[in-house]
Each structure stands twice: as C-alpha cells, then as structure tokens.
C-alpha cells in the first residue's frame, strides 16, 4: 500500500498537501470542504502587525475620547477594516474551526518589528492552533540600514514570539537575500522548526492615466515554481528544519518535484483559488497514480531524491547550470 503520510513541524500529516495562507480560511465551511477533500493541513489568512496595532490605537482613542485629539500616526494605517475580520474574531475562527475539523490548523502571523502584536502568538496557541507560521515581508527602502542588522532584526524578532510559544513555529521567507543559507541557519538556531519557500511580494503598478502607483495581485502559474524548488534543493539536508514549498504548485508534477526537491509539504493557494476544492481530490489520485506506476511505497522515499546533497550532478543547482542554459538557448538559434 502506497503510503502519503508526512511529518511537517511534528504534525503527522495525511499527505503533503496543505492549503497556504488564503481567504478560503476565511469561513469555517470552506475549511470543512477541504478537509473533505483529503487536504493534509491549512494555514490560516494572515494577521497583521498593523491590524493588531491599529484595533490597540482604536480602542486607547475611545477610552481617551474628549481628553486629547486622535494622534496624527493613527491616519497612517491602512483602512484594514476592510481586509478581514479583527484580531480577537480571528481568534475566534480558530476555535470554531478547530472545533468542527481533525486536520492540523496552522496560524499566521504577518509583521516585521518588536512589540506588544506578538503576545498575539500565545493568543493564537490557546485558540487552538497546532502550530504558527511567521510571516516576515519586509521592503527594505532604507539605504543606510545594513543587510546584517536587517537580518538580525528578523532573527531577534522570531526569538521574542518563540518565548510566546509552545508550538512550533515556522518562517515565511523572502528569496531576496544576498545569503539565504546563512539566514535559513541563524533563522533554525533561533528556534524556527520550519521555512516556507517563499513569501511572493506582490508588486505595485502605475496607473499612467491619473499618475497613481496602484496594487496589483496576480495568481501564481507552476513557472513560479521554479525558484522555491531550487532553493529547496539547496537547504535539503542542510539545515535541521523542515521545508515548504509554496508558490507555483498547480499540478501533480508540481507536488512530486518539491517532495523530490526535498519538502515536506507543498503548499497550493492560486490552484484552489482557481479550481475549487476539487483539486485537493484529484491532486491526490494523480499523486497516488504516479506514484504506483514508478514504483514508489512512501512519500518518505521519495523526499529528497532530486535535492542537490543527492543527484548525480549537484553543479547543476549552481554556476555551470546558467551558461549551459545560455549555451542550449544558443545552439537553438536560427542563423
């Protein structure tokens, strides 16, 4: 018998499907229709720094009405209102959700700096989560602050929300540092059990019309893959954590190439988004599929077969595999 089963930050999971951090953890039904559907975990939407900030500077603005104005700093937040419910409903959806599914439910926390937000992570354990995913996405914009103070602070930032806990907590990473393995292994030391490959910066556009910088948001495609699989590959073996893939995970093919870049879990948003609940189903046949016909037993023997630490060729994660990319383009070329 094919075995799916895998281990992401303790949890025993019924395959490496999760759902990552999006508004289908919105409502309590939809997280029922993907545990029906075989899903292995969810994560939670995000709470935010500024959310939480924001309700705290509400409320103090309230009891203090009549003494004093509003302080100037609070028109700076963003109108959240309007993203998603507040911190203490959050953490109600949690326990009804826990209540009603047996899968294991993964808290999100989004914020970049030290402070009264992050007793938010006990708050989020005692609602029921089984674990904590810390969301770093950080745009760094200032040209005097080194990249080593810049890492520290991450670093700094995830030992003060482990003394909030007893679950284990993983980090949401961004791809753009200068040394990701040395992050990655300062990050693990510092007591994350798990990174999650990667956090995909949603970049702003201009509206050249009325000459205003706009949001946009664009769903992943399975090219998007591409580089948290190499990444994957890199840290299997490597750091003493588990991995996530998350971003461009659409098909099956997609999900066996991150369990054989070495995770332990990949994770899909766009594809559900997309396709409803359905794919978790079928993603899961067609993985069972595969898996029978190239003779594989467990999820386990397949982890890790494709990371760099086991090919035959590991040159091909690095330097030589750019100009043999180049040279193969070349050689393509009409004359």
């Known amino acids: 018998m094919i075995e799916l089963t895998t281990h992401y930050l303790g949890l025993e999971l019924k395959n490496p499907l999760v759902a990552s951090s999006s508004p289908l953890s919105k409502k309590v039904d ?15 939407y995000s709470l935010f720094e500024e959310q939480i900030n924001h309700e705290s500077l509400a409320l103090h603005h309230y009891l203090e009405r009549g003494t004093y104005s509003t302080p100037e700093a609070m028109t700076y937040f963003p109108d959240l209102d309007h993203y998603n419910i507040g911190p203490e409903d959050y953490l109600e959806l949690i326990q009804n959700i826990k209540r009603d599914v047996s899968i294991p439910i993964i808290g999100s926390l989004n914020g970049v700096s030290k402070g009264g937000w992050v007793e938010y992570a006990r708050k989020i354990e005692q609602a029921g989560a089984d674990a904590l995913e810390l969301n770093i996405y950080y745009i760094p914009t200032d040209a005097d602050l080194p990249a080593k103070d810049l890492e520290k602070s991450m670093v700094d930032l995830l030992k003060e929300i482990k003394k909030q ?28 059990s798990g990174l999650v490959l990667f956090n995909r910066f949603y970049q702003p556009d201009f509206d050249i019309d009325t000459l205003d910088v706009v949001p946009t948001l664009h769903l992943s495609t399975s090219s998007d893959l591409l580089l948290p699989l ?3 590959a890199l840290l ?14 659409h098909t099956v093919e997609d999900v066996i190439k991150g369990v054989m870049a070495g995770a332990n879990v990949t994770m899909l948003a766009s594809e559900l988004l997309n396709g409803g609940t359905r794919r978790i ?6 993985l ?48």
């Open 236 to 249: 299997y073996g490597r750091i003493k954590a588990d991995l996530a893939i998350t971003s461009g995970v």
């Open 281 to 286: 189903t079928e993603l899961n046949s067609q």
């Open 288 to 335: 069972l599929d595969w898996m029978e016909k190239c003779q594989y037993k467990s999820i386990k023997q397949m982890r890790g077969s494709m990371s760099q630490k086991n090919v035959s060729d590991p040159a091909a994660f690095e330097r030589a595999n750019y100009m043999r990319a180049l040279t193969t383009f070349d050689n393509r070329l009409l004359v």
């Open 30 to 44: 939809t997280v029922k229709k993907m545990e029906d559907a075989g899903i292995g975990a969810v994560v939670m």
């Open 230 to 232: 190499r990444w994957t």
């Open 165 to 192: 806990l007893r679950i284990p907590l993983a980090v949401k990473l961004s791809p753009f540092f200068t040394a990701l393995p040395n992050v990655a292994g300062h990050l693990v030391q510092a007591g994350a």
